[in-house]
């Protein structure tokens, strides 16, 4: 999506969970947990707005564009299995998802500049595209200048990881390897999306 510079917390209230997960974002979302706006409390949303709301989340959380998150449905509508969770397990393999759930950034929005800063390689090949799909037995490493290898350094010590079986992370060399394919339960993001896959099969 086209990058997201307003106020973060609000879309945290507006979508009712931690899509952005800064540490502003959160207390401010702590302080205020309704939805932002007037006349918002005790309104009941149509079967529309709450398919919008679900599909909102995971354009933010990911963040993906229209055209993107379209293009990731076709991908994935012709495919065996559950349409919905197959969707979802395309966004997990993202290059920008993955270096977040190592724990080498605190959020997926940092994650993306890094990727686009030209911080990361794939296999030793460097990587500005944040869509990047990781396949198994890729191996991302931090590029070998000091400075950025200390900036990740640091990061890790403050990091909460969101650790997976199917990535493996070593904080001293600050690698990170794709050991398989997520399945189901790696999904990190709490989001209702059939009927996202309800919304746009129209």
Request: aromatic share 6%; hydrophobic share 30%.
């Amino acid at each position: 999506m086209a990058r997201y510079t307003g106020p973060k917390a609000r879309i945290n209230r507006r979508l009712g969970t931690l899509i952005y997960e800064g540490g502003g974002a959160i207390k401010a979302s702590e302080r205020r947990d309704n939805p932002p706006g007037m006349h918002t409390r005790g309104r009941r949303p149509s079967n529309y707005g709450l398919a919008l709301k679900e599909k909102q989340k995971i354009k933010h959380y990911y963040g993906l564009g229209e055209r993107q998150l379209r293009r990731y449905f076709d991908n994935v509508s012709h495919k065996k299995g559950n349409t919905g969770e197959q969707l979802l397990l395309l966004c997990e393999r993202r290059l920008d998802n993955v270096i977040r759930r190592s724990g080498l950034t605190k959020t997926r929005p940092q994650a993306r500049q890094g990727i686009a800063h030209g911080h990361f390689a794939v296999n030793g090949v460097k990587v500005t595209s944040p869509s990047y799909m990781l396949r198994p037995g890729d191996v991302i490493t931090v590029k070998a200048k000091e400075k950025v290898q200390h900036l990740y350094q640091r990061t890790i010590a403050e990091v909460e990881t969101q650790p997976t079986d199917w990535v493996t992370f070593d904080a001293e060399t600050l690698r990170a390897t794709v050991q398989g394919m997520p399945d189901p339960s790696d999904i990190s993001l709490p989001v209702n999306v059939n009927t996202v896959i309800e919304f746009m099969s129209r």
